[in-house]
T-cell receptor, first 116, second 110 residues
């Protein structure tokens, strides 16, 4: 079975803390994505990466950074967490070159972050 | 501006009661339209890709159709296990990133 694994299902952090969310895929996909999902809104793209050490901003990159040191691993970093970053964070991966890919994304189970 | 609107926000049906979910879109050059299913507490799971108007795809009790302005996800004789949120997304030719709708929450009562 193909798999995208997110390191933490549930996290509770305090305002100002640094938060790391990790994602690993075992499908040798070129593209990896970080989305956030909030009630009543569609998935919003934070960052994506189409190759090792490459990253592109999505629609809402402010307050976030990412790291992709190995093809299978894509990390999302919140340098100083704020309450408005309380959300469900979804990692995904897909085949394809240079971020084009297909629309068939494989998602992890999500990381629900609460910032107090 | 590329946009996706799904309706209704929520739909409650009795088991066996067929219905349709709508996904309206505006995009500059459609590359593909995608349907996903999301169960509570899980990530979305891919269902279908549609590329051009008139195309149809089927999987068990689900059938997806596409016109130049919208897509329908038809559910025939649904069962309680079809309960989930169904997400629609489009990919345009000018920006390859997916544009997502907010989803339709489908509840099938036994």
């Amino acid at each position: 079975d193909v798999k995208v694994t997110q390191s933490s299902r549930y996290l509770v952090k305090r305002t100002g803390e640094k938060v790391f969310l990790e994602c690993v895929q075992d499908m040798d996909h070129e593209n990896m994505f970080w989305y956030r999902q909030d009630p009543g809104l569609g998935l919003r793209l934070i960052y994506f990466s189409y190759d090792v050490k490459m990253k592109e901003k999505g629609d809402i990159p402010e307050g976030y950074s990412v790291s992709r040191e190995k093809k299978e691993r894509f990390s999302l970093i919140l340098e100083s967490a704020s309450t408005n970053q309380t959300s469900m964070y979804l990692c995904a991966s897909s085949f394809g070159l240079a971020g084009v890919g297909t629309g068939e994304l494989f998602f992890g189970e999500g990381s629900r972050l609460t910032v107090l | 501006e590329d946009q996706v609107t799904q309706s209704p926000e929520a739909l409650r049906l009795q088991e066996g009661e067929s219905s349709s979910l709508n996904c309206s879109y505006t995009v500059s050059g459609l590359r593909g339209l995608f349907w996903y299913r999301q169960d509570p507490g899980k990530g979305p799971e891919f269902l279908f890709t549609l590329y051009s108007a008139g195309e149809e795809k089927e999987k068990e009790r689900l059938k997806a159709t596409l016109t130049k302005k919208e897509s329908f996800l038809h559910i025939t004789a649904p069962k309680p296990e079809d309960s989930a949120t169904y997400l629609c997304a489009v990919q345009g030719n000018s920006n390859y990133q997916l544009i997502w709708g907010a989803g339709t929450k489908l509840i099938i009562k036994p």
